[in-house]
């Protein structure tokens, strides 16, 4: 086995698995911080612009997590990253004791807690760090990055998180930076919604749309998700920012840990069953704002 990771240094040897709308430019702002950074994905043509960038590819994430003091996942779900941290290639099955294995995809925090355990008994420990602020954030460095976990392991982490996010929080043990990003979730599709009615109505009522979200987004109504994806929804651009299906990946984990916590969930729930709709009509790969759609659809003459 590699000698274990020296702790006793400044991270430098960064690993990312994952590579795509997010983890690459994630990967270039580390770069551009002066971190090394090695990187694998499963579909490899991927990964062709990021070495040309300067980073170093993988063979798989057990050889990323053999190169690297500190191994960040990003990925679509949480049976993706069980594979990549626990599979025969995976980072468990490379990485030297003392590596901070940091996850930064959204998944379910009972399954973070589990990967956290079984990191400890390889002697790695494990953050969970999912994010906010979509690809604009992760182009821009300037994602909000929710993490939990052992604090001295954030310590030292940090200079690596600030490299890729402009507010980054320590919000307490294993399981609650995922935890939090549920908190996120929910204010997203209930904002999502309320930006949803409010422009359909404007419409209904023969209002001039321009002149509405003019106003709105001057005033106390105003919320990202008005600004930017009712701009959107005016447009009638559903291209993907944040895919439907994505969403309700989202709010589908959202659901299972109130079940848990016992606390209801009415609006997220809401929010689910009308993105179902767009799921049922195969729209399940545009944005978000076509919720929109939904609305009008539900009060068509």
């Keep these: 086995m590699s000698s274990p990771v020296d702790l006793s240094t400044p991270i430098s040897q960064v690993g990312l698995v994952g590579v795509g709308v997010m983890g690459a430019p994630m990967a270039r702002n580390l770069m551009k911080a002066g971190f090394s950074v090695v990187a694998w994905n499963r579909t490899r043509a991927r990964m062709d612009a990021l070495v040309g960038d300067g980073a170093s590819a993988g063979n798989s ?55 956290a355990a079984q990191a400890s008994a390889h002697a790695l420990t ?84 321009e002149r509405v979200y003019s106003a709105l987004t001057a005033g106390a109504a105003n919320s990202w998700a008005l600004e930017k994806l009712g701009r959107k929804m005016i447009d009638r651009d559903f291209a993907p920012a944040f895919k439907v299906k994505l969403q309700q990946k989202d709010l589908r984990l ?29 729209k399940g790969e545009l944005g978000t704002q076509a919720l929109i759609t939904v609305l009008e659809q539900l009060g068509a003459r």
């Design 254 to 282: 959202v659901s299972e840990a109130a079940r848990d916590v016992r606390t209801p969930v009415l609006g997220t729930a809401l929010v689910e069953q009308l993105l179902r709709t767009l799921e049922a009509q195969d």
């Design 61 to 115: 994430a057990a050889d990323v997590a053999a190169r690297s003091e500190l191994v960040i996942t990003i990925v679509s779900d949480s049976p993706d990253v069980v594979a990549v941290a626990t599979g025969s290639d995976g980072v468990f099955a490379g990485a030297r004791p003392g590596t901070i294995v940091v996850d930064m995809s959204t998944i379910s925090p009972a399954v973070t807690r589990d990967l």
């Design 126 to 209: 494990w953050l969970d760090a999912p994010v906010s602020g979509g690809e604009a954030g992760a182009i821009a460095g300037t994602l909000t990055i929710m993490v939990g976990g052992d604090a001295p392991a954030f310590a030292r982490a940090q200079p690596v998180l600030s490299a890729m996010g402009s507010r980054v929080t320590h919000m307490g043990p294993s399981g609650h930076g995922q935890m939090t990003k549920l908190c996120n979730q929910i204010l997203v599709a209930i904002n999502l919604l309320g930006a949803s009615e409010a422009l359909s109505f404007a419409s209904r009522a023969g209002l001039d749309v």
